[in-house]
């Protein structure tokens, strides 16, 4: 005798019969989700930057919030009550929440699966309610009082800050915030204070991030770092304290001359916390490490402003004659303490150290 399905009589002939029901009924009587984890997919869009919450954790949206929306709906759907092997395989096209306004929309969810092994696998599709509430985010909050927690100071010692050395610290600042993006969310600066005697203050949003802001900028100019804390309040009886981190960028700086394992040297280049120096006998040129770097191991003997100049008056080798354009005093040297193919009439650069005078780049 042939089997018929229970619920609408289809003989076996017509459709397979599996549990007492056709294939047709069988996906109306085993749903492949029993329950969504909540009755509605409740999200926050911070009105101020834009970012959205789900159950206390926010995320960054760049230029696509769909994906961050997308990105939460696969968490909520993981917890979903749903057959073992029940699979999403469509997500209708929705609206792009606005970050103004609250708003409610329904998103179409299709998924496939089977319950039972006898059974093809099905698709069925669900509703879902989007609710998209508008609030304000934890570091938009913060950011809008001026919190901060550490203060970064960049200073140099004994010296302004140049132009150039401040396009360079803008830069690497804003590099390290761009690398730092989605992985920490207070990784931002209140505010940037010009000292009016040289040097930046930063008000640096975490400390964690006012760690790594100090390490990179120390590794790239050459600087040391100096630490120190105050207590800044008192909070449930225990003691908060405020960090500051201070940057000393070195008393050297391009163009100084200066001594390196008791040789003189003119620094020619510094890039990524590495100096290259050039040796003013030899005229060999080297790039010293990040810690040979360090001003414990370079010291100025002469800063660039202090080079004095002087015209050539007179090649004759082993000789060459110079004359000061300041005292018009004219001397001999070695023509080794010049460089190569100079003329006579030419302007060159020279510097007097204990030992002799040496002519130097001008950078």
């Given at each position: 005798m042939s089997q018929i399905c229970c619920k609408c009589g289809k003989s076996e002939e017509e459709e397979p019969i599996v549990d007492g029901f056709c294939l047709s009924c069988y996906k109306d009587e085993f749903p492949l989700i029993s329950s969504f984890y909540e009755k509605q997919f409740n999200l926050t869009a911070c009105k101020l930057c834009g970012d959205f919450m789900y159950?206390?954790?926010?995320?960054?949206?760049?230029?696509?919030?769909k994906e961050i929306v997308l990105e939460f709906l696969d968490k909520f759907l993981n917890k979903t009550k749903k057959e073992t092997d029940a699979q999403v395989v469509i997500v209708g096209d929705f609206e792009e929440p606005s970050c103004d306004l609250a708003s409610k929309q329904t998103l179409k969810i299709i998924f496939e699966g089977t319950p039972n092994d006898?059974?093809?696998?099905?698709?069925?599709?669900y509703d879902l309610t989007l609710m998209v509430n508008i609030g304000v985010c934890d570091r938009c909050a913060k950011f809008t009082r001026g919190y901060f927690e550490?203060?970064?100071q960049i200073r140099s010692d004994r010296r302004p800050i140049n132009e150039e050395e401040q396009l360079q610290i803008t830069d690497l600042i804003?590099?390290?915030?761009?690398?730092?993006?989605g992985e920490?969310?207070?990784?931002?600066?209140?505010?940037?204070?010009?000292q009016a005697k040289g040097g930046i203050d930063l008000y640096v949003g975490s400390d964690k991030f006012a760690k790594t802001i100090t390490s990179f900028l120390s590794e790239n100019l050459a600087a040391s770092i100096e630490y120190s804390t105050k207590l800044k309040s008192m909070k449930d009886g225990k003691p908060i304290y405020q960090s500051t981190y201070c940057i000393r960028m070195p008393y050297f700086e391009l163009g100084d001359v200066v001594n390196y394992l008791n040789n003189a040297f003119q620094i020619i280049g510094i890039k990524q916390g590495r100096v290259e120096i050039q040796n003013l006998k030899t005229r060999e040129s080297k790039t010293l490490s990040i810690k040979d770097s360090h001003p414990d191991h370079v010291k100025v003997l002469k800063k660039k402003d202090q080079f004095q100049k002087y015209i050539v008056v007179a090649i004759q080798a082993p000789n060459v004659s110079i004359m000061n354009t300041a005292s018009y005093e004219t001397i001999d040297i070695d023509i080794n303490m010049i460089f190569e193919n100079h003329?006579?009439?030419?302007?060159?650069?020279?510097?007097?150290?204990p030992y002799g005078l040496f002519e130097c780049k001008e950078i």
């Open positions: 159950h206390g954790r926010w995320a960054e949206v760049h230029d696509n919030p006898d059974v093809p696998p099905y698709q069925q599709e550490t203060i970064v804003q590099q390290k915030k761009d690398s730092r993006v920490n969310r207070m990784a931002y600066i209140a505010k940037v204070v010009d003329q006579d009439g030419d302007e060159i650069l020279m510097v007097e150290l």
